[in-house]
Each structure stands twice: as C-alpha cells, then as structure tokens.
C-alpha cells in the first residue's frame, strides 16, 4: 500500500438548490482524484435536467489539471440527483458506492415495480466497495467505513485525516440524519455515530448537507471534536435511547424529500435514467400512497 497522505486538499461546491455539498479530494495540481456525491441539476415541475452544478466540479477539475480516477457515492441519495454518468462521461474515473446498495436496490426495485430486467446485484456501477477495503486515489489511501442507519447502504469514505460522512452527520447546529426511509434504523445510526466520533479528535469531517439555522453561512466542515462537544442531537453525553426517542419523535414530523421519487429511482441505477419507451422518453414512476 502507498503511503498515507495526513492531509488531502478537499474542495467543496455547494449546491443550493438541494443543500449538497459534492466534493474534490486530492493532492494537489496534476494529481489523482476522487469526486464524491455529484450533483445533476433537477426540475421537479417539468421533469428536465440541467449540468449547472456538475460543471462547476468539471471546472474546478480542470482548472487544477486532475486526473479523476474514482466517482464516489456514500449512498443511493433521495434529495438530490446523482451525476456520475455525466461526469464520467467528460472526465473518467469509476463509479463506486457501498456492496450493500443491493440492499436498497431490492426494495425500491419492488417499490417502484420496476421493469424485469433491472438488476439487483449493483453492476450499474464500475465497483462495490466492500466494508473497511482501503483502496488508492493516486498516491492518497482511502477506506471504505460502513455506516448504515439513514440508510443499510451509506458508507462514509476516509482519506487521510478527512472523513466525508454522507447523511449521517450534519454540522452541530443541524444535528443527524433521518432514519425512517425504508431500511432506515434510528439504533443503527447511532452506533454509526459513534463508530466516526471514536475517530481522533482532529480529525476533519465532511458533511453531505448543510441547513443553515439562523441565517449563519453555510458550513460544511467540521471535526470530530467539535461534533463530540456540540452537535445538538449526539453529543457526548447522550445515550442510545435518548437518541432513538428523539430521532424517532422529530422523523415523525418531517415531509418526504422533494426529489425522493425521481431520485432514488435513478440513483439506483448509478445515475443512469430508466430505459426509454417505445416513444423515445425515459420515464419515472409516481407510485400512490406506496411511501
């Protein structure tokens, strides 16, 4: 194995539209890269996708003449549209996500009663990374930590002394993920929680999403220090039945994503879109009362 870089260059663009963050990991001008949960711009109301967001990730790749090797997904995302084929398609790399994204493809396959010959065993993807496997980004050590709870399938990548999260964290101020997605589990989170907060206090973390309370300026890097202290919903101090009630109580209360149907749909397909009718047009289904 290649030697550890401590402290990869980690950039991030912010999408505002669904509040993600997609993120550059690196080690500099000319070197290997990793992009990690993509962005393809979508309108809910007219069904057309735009690439606003995800050429902004190939301007930044360019600009700094990266060679991408790796398109990373923690999850199958149901609040915002992946855009690994696009980005593949203009910059290289693989696709990957976590092996148990079959999982979730199992039960979205019969959500959605999607067509027969929608495969349940990931190979939309280039490769499925198995739990704690270490791959390379160039020179860069990478390690693939399980994470499940929002749902059986996020992961959480770790690149040197940076750890970018997915769903399971948000910034202090915002709290943690939802948990009643299907497959989600409130107890499983939080040992996933806690499995990242165990990691050393320096170490830097980086969200998926970012809410900003208050009119404060978005955020989306913190550490694990930090979330021990003040993160409103997990901080050190609270139990594991504490944690359930509350994540149970307040999932209760929230509306499903906007993008959820279309998304998850899509996502777990590796970014592909349904196959197109007889007419020409790919289509999304809108199951009723289903979710």
Request: net charge negative; glycine share 6%.
């Amino acid at each position: 194995m290649t030697s550890v870089t401590l402290n990869p260059q980690v950039h991030g663009i912010f999408d505002s539209a669904t509040w993600t963050v997609t993120y550059v990991v690196h080690q500099g001008p000319g070197s290997a890269a990793a992009i990690i949960d993509s962005v393809l711009d979508y309108d809910p109301k007219s069904g057309r996708t735009r690439t606003s967001s995800a050429d902004k990730v190939i301007d930044y790749v360019q600009a700094h003449k990266l060679q991408v090797q790796w398109i990373l997904e923690t999850h199958a995302h149901a609040d915002h549209l992946t855009a690994a084929p696009y980005l593949k398609q203009k910059l290289g790399g693989k696709t990957a996500v976590g092996e148990h994204i079959t999982l979730v493809q199992k039960v979205f396959k019969g959500i959605f009663n999607l067509e027969p010959s929608f495969s349940q065993d990931g190979s939309q993807f280039d490769l499925l990374l198995k739990d704690e496997e270490t791959f390379q980004i160039g020179a860069l050590s990478a390690k693939v930590m399980p994470v499940p709870g929002h749902t059986p399938a996020c992961v959480a990548y770790q690149v040197g002394d940076a750890v970018f999260v997915g769903d399971t964290l948000f910034m202090p101020d915002v709290g943690t993920a939802r948990c009643d997605f299907p497959g989600g589990d409130a107890k499983t989170l939080y040992a996933s929680i806690r499995k990242l907060l165990s990691l050393p206090p320096q170490t830097r973390l980086f969200m998926c999403h970012d809410y900003p309370p208050n009119h404060r300026p978005v955020a989306f890097e913190t550490t694990v220090a930090e979330q021990r202290a003040k993160n409103i919903h997990v901080h050190e101090g609270i139990s594991e039945a504490q944690f359930v009630e509350m994540r149970t109580k307040r999932d209760a209360t929230l509306e499903m994503p906007v993008l959820i149907l279309p998304a998850v749909q899509i996502n777990i397909r590796a970014g592909e879109m349904p196959p197109k009718e007889a007419n020409g047009t790919a289509y999304v289904k809108i199951p009723i009362n289903a979710l």
